[in-house]
């Protein structure tokens, strides 16, 4: 099957999910840290958000959370999505609090907490519209064909009622 825009639909699907990821981390920032300080200014928070963006990506890598994006039913595309959020929340907390430590850049539990809840939350959101979106324009995104069948025996008409029952297939 042919997907017409997937790459650019992994594109959209990888961004919106980064961008969720630093608006919950800034969001998070503001909840915690009451110093009414800029957050970008702050540059105690700064390496976090790139360590978070860098886990993210490492963790939707293994686990292969954008490959196939059209072609995954919706529970496999869930369950694929909270494999990532799980392996995020464990790389981070190893990384952040065993190996950097929450000293050497003040980062709170509280923060950590909020930031992870938050995006788990926006993330699962953010996926229930996506998995909506996918399918009612399905038959948009699919790089659909005509067909000749030639024979009208058996396997032919096998075929076009495969054809016709599985329209969105492409």
């Known amino acids: ?5 997937a790459t650019f639909i992994k594109a959209i699907n990888l961004s919106i999910d980064y961008t969720i990821l630093n608006i919950s981390m800034v969001i998070s920032y503001l909840i915690v840290d009451k110093s009414y300080i800029f957050w970008a200014s702050n540059k105690n928070y700064l390496p976090v958000v790139l360590v978070f963006n860098l886990i993210w990506l490492l963790s939707a890598n293994i686990t292969e959370l954008y490959e196939r994006v059209l072609n995954k039913d919706s529970i496999r595309t869930y369950q ?4 990532t959020y799980v392996l995020f929340v464990c790389l981070i907390c ?6 950097i430590g929450t000293k050497a850049y003040f980062i709170t539990r509280e923060y950590l907490f909020y930031s992870l809840a938050l995006f788990g939350f926006l993330i699962g959101i953010w996926k229930l519209i ?24 058996r396997i032919g008409r096998d ?4 054809f016709q029952n599985n329209q969105d297939k492409g």
């Not at 694929?80 to 494999?83: A, E, H, P, Q």
């Open 1 to 5: 099957m042919i997907y017409r825009y």
């Open 80 to 83: 694929s999505v909270f494999k």
């Open 94 to 99: 190893f990384t952040i609090i065993i190996i």
């Open 130 to 153: 996506f998995l909506a979106i996918r399918r009612s324009d399905r038959t948009l995104l699919i790089d659909t064909r005509n067909v000749v069948i030639v024979g009208a025996g």
């Open 159 to 162: 075929l076009h009622h495969y």
